[in-house]
């Protein structure tokens, strides 16, 4: 049986124009992304500082879409309440930063929430052999967390067919998010190497940029990518 990769596209509103949020994001919304993916840095894990729960929480009310929260800050769990009562759909936390991942996914996935676990580039994919039966998604970070608009690590390429085969071998859920460093140009090469839920912050939100047309143009890769598999 053909495998079927369910490819879904999350805007990072990193890169987006924070002064008007609610704008951006309708127009990326209008445009068919499949959720938001929202960066919540605390300047410890990762060098910069984002939002938290309150700007969650105000972005909950204009969008229909899942919200999916990276969450990029140390010890995790003392915040995962809040932003579930934020109202995110989705969320990861990095393996690096949380001694009780089991734990965590748990709490997760009996709230209702798609339980996440990120890692760093650096990070080897077997710290995540105990939890990959829980997880209902992998975030392959493939660029060194902190910030939009940096290059992809083409290393990461091998670690997602890796970690995909992986899956697949055991029968496991988990579907692969990727982040950082994707745009129209190396799309295709993420996707063949399994990715399914694809993050893009500054390919989508730059000053100068139609988001809405970058939007479309990101779709249009991942379906032609779609056909040409279902061709062969
Ligand atoms: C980086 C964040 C990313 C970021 C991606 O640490 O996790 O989600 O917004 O931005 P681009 O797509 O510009 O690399
Ligand atoms: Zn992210």
Redesign the pocket.
């Known amino acids: 049986m053909k495998l079927r990769q369910n490819i879904q596209i999350a805007p990072?509103?990193?890169?987006a124009d924070f002064a008007n949020l609610a704008a951006e994001i309708a127009k990326v919304e209008k445009a068919g992304a499949d959720l938001i993916?929202l960066?919540v840095?605390d300047g410890r894990f990762?060098p910069?500082i984002t939002i938290g729960p309150p700007v969650i929480a105000s972005i909950r009310r204009i969008t229909s879409l899942p919200l999916d929260a990276?969450l990029?800050i140390e010890t995790p769990v003392r915040y995962i309440d809040d932003f579930v009562r934020a109202g995110i759909n989705w969320l990861s936390v990095h393996v690096e930063a949380d001694q009780h991942l089991d734990r965590t996914l748990r709490f997760l996935k009996d709230n209702g929430i798609r339980a996440g676990v990120a890692l760093n580039p650096g990070t080897p994919l077997n710290l995540l052999d105990e939890v990959l039966p829980l997880a209902d998604f992998i975030l392959v970070?493939?660029?060194?967390?902190?910030?939009?608009?940096?290059s992809?690590l083409p290393s990461a390429i091998k670690k997602i067919s890796r970690l995909r085969d992986f899956i697949v071998s055991n029968g496991y859920q988990a579907r692969i998010e990727v982040?950082?460093?994707?745009?129209p140009g190396n799309l295709a090469d993420v996707l063949s190497a399994g990715a399914e839920i694809i993050?893009?912050?500054?390919?989508?939100f730059s000053a100068g940029k139609d988001a809405a047309e970058a939007m479309r143009e990101m779709k249009e890769i991942a379906d032609q990518h779609v056909r040409s598999r279902e061709r062969t």
């Open positions: 990072s509103i990193l890169s993916h960066d840095m990762v910069n990276h990029m970070m493939t660029v060194n967390p902190g910030f939009g608009g940096q992809f982040d950082g460093g994707i745009g993050v893009a912050g500054s390919a989508i």
